[in-house]
């Protein structure tokens, strides 16, 4: 079958337009107004030239060029969501396009590559990068890195290295100060060349000429994310991970394997958390763990097996494995346990060793039947980005088993004024994984505001159990101590935070002694 570019472009346009053009009508929700609605440094152009040498809006992450594009959209588009959503429609088109592009410079027949291109971009699980604004980060990143790599092959194939160093670098570097994934792009073109480029039977010298400059380039932008951040770690950790040991991330990392192959072949059910318990931390080693494993060996193992046979093939396994790293908690906790999102540039990889399948009439009929079933999933779940009371309703729903869910959806519903649902939600989230300290002073501290320090005080002391170091909630106990009069346990309370390293509880000693007195007398 013979197909031109420009019709396999046009296919793409629809099929983006049927998955993903709904989200037209999102508004801002979830971290969209933190990240953009009430950021300054993008709503107001007298502070854009803080950008550059300033943290994405969460901890201590990087992203000058996404806030940048946060700034303008909001400039052009006057502050309208519309506007951020067909942006991130571009971009996602213009990513099947490089990809695409790539497939076809690695050999790929075009039916081929256009065939899985658009699976890619129907692709229920992008739905979360696409139609959430703040999902532009893994657009950018994805786009940028995509187009690395494609410049590096073709480079490589026409031994065009010196004609090519400039746009790579400046095509590595967008992709770092997109989004922190950026930074495996080194180790992305360095596994292209080690699979697609070995037998070549060129020196070494020849082999590097291209990545020794792009990995200097990436360890120049972490030192100066590092300078201008004060810190090299990317965002604080989860609650769930922070306990954990490399051996308990690690074990955690097993659980999640199977839930990443479940959403990439089989993504009939999406929601916008993941964690504990439908996710475990830690241990122990359950049958899920057992079956995390043996995809890892058998991802190895078919690797391995087609490095030699099926470079392409290798290539995307590979590619899909180091876009992962970042994100699988192994080198170092994130700030999630798993999220759809952060797949989307590993699915890049996973798309390029579909592509390398030998093409035949009955499997680009497979193809088109499971575009069309994941066309219409995209469309559906595209609307729970649609307003801020469907994305919470959404979330408890679709994540009934993760507990953090129902936590963000009670701290909605607590600004809404709709307490009751607050509370009830935080209790449930308890019940699911009572080991997060936010939700047990979230609960105490409305109780405490309702004038309930009796029900509070139990909560309090179990935030503290679950977070000694903590010192709000500490304090929040000795406050609710102190006015029910239990002065004995409300001493003890500033007593072991000063035991702990917790001076600001000195004070609180003093005045827990005083308090006491007078009651006395």
Not at 244 to 273: K, N, S, Y
Not at 435 to 449: A, K, N, P
Not at 473 to 501: F, N, P, S, Y
């Amino acid at each position: 079958m013979t197909l031109s570019r420009r019709a396999c472009y046009a296919l793409f346009a629809v099929a983006v337009a049927l998955a993903m053009g709904l989200s037209l009508r999102n508004g801002f929700v979830y971290d969209d107004l933190p990240a953009i609605v009430h950021n300054t440094r993008i709503t107001d152009p007298g502070n854009w030239l803080t950008i550059p040498h300033a943290p994405y809006w969460l901890g201590t992450l990087w992203r000058p060029f996404t806030v940048s594009m946060y700034a303008v959209q909001w400039l052009v588009g006057r502050g309208a969501p519309w506007f951020f959503h067909l942006t991130s429609l571009l971009v996602c088109f213009a990513v099947g396009v490089l990809l695409f592009r790539l497939m076809v410079r690695l050999g790929v027949e075009r039916a081929t590559a256009c065939a899985v291109a658009t699976l890619f971009l129907v692709h229920p699980v992008h739905v979360e990068a696409v139609a959430n604004s703040v999902g532009q980060a893994e657009l950018w990143a994805a786009l940028w890195v995509i187009a690395a790599t494609l410049v590096y092959v073709k480079a490589r194939q026409a031994h065009g290295e010196q004609r090519a160093l400039l746009p790579l670098l400046g095509l590595v570097a967008l992709g770092i100060v997109s989004k922190e994934q950026g930074f495996v792009a080194p180790l992305l073109l360095a596994g292209a060349e080690w699979v697609l480029f070995a037998d070549r039977g060129e020196a070494w010298r020849a082999r590097v000429r291209l990545l020794v400059p792009v990995t200097a380039l990436a360890a120049l932008l972490f030192v100066v994310r590092g300078i201008l951040l004060n810190s090299n770690i990317g965002e604080t950790a989860a609650v769930a991970l922070r306990p954990l040991t490399p051996i308990g991330r690690a074990v955690t990392f097993l659980g999640v394997v199977p839930e990443w192959a479940r959403l990439i072949l089989f993504p009939l059910h999406l929601q916008a958390d993941y964690g504990p318990p439908g996710i475990p931390v830690g241990g122990p080693i359950t049958l899920r763990h057992l079956i995390g494993l043996a995809l890892v060996v058998g991802f190895v193992a078919l690797f391995l097996r087609l490095r030699k046979r099926t470079p392409v093939a290798a290539f995307g396994l590979l590619f899909a494995a180091v876009a992962l790293a970042p994100v699988s908690n192994l080198l170092t906790p994130t700030g999630i346990v798993m999220a759809e999102r952060v797949l989307f540039l590993p699915t890049v990889g996973f798309a390029i060793a579909l592509s390398s399948l030998r093409p035949t009439r009955a499997m680009l009929a497979i193809v088109a039947i499971i575009a069309i079933g994941f066309t219409a999933r995209s469309a559906i779940r595209v609307a729970t980005w649609r307003s801020q009371d469907r994305f919470f309703t959404d979330i408890t729903l679709d994540g009934a088993n993760a507990y953090r869910g129902w936590k963000v959806a009670a701290e909605y519903w607590d600004e809404q004024h709709d307490r009751a649902r607050a509370v009830a939600d935080l209790k449930h989230s308890i019940e699911l994984w009572p080991h997060d300290y936010e939700v047990f002073e979230r609960l105490g501290q409305i109780y405490r505001q309702d004038g309930h320090c009796d029900a509070a005080i139990p909560l309090f002391q179990s935030g503290v159990a679950a977070a000694p170091d903590v010192s709000s909630v500490r304090a929040k106990l000795i406050e609710c101590l102190l006015t029910e009069k239990r002065w004995d346990e409300a001493q003890q309370a500033a007593d072991e935070g000063v035991a702990a390293g917790q001076d600001e509880f000195k004070p609180m000693q003093d005045r827990v002694r005083r308090m006491r007195e007078k009651e006395r007398n």
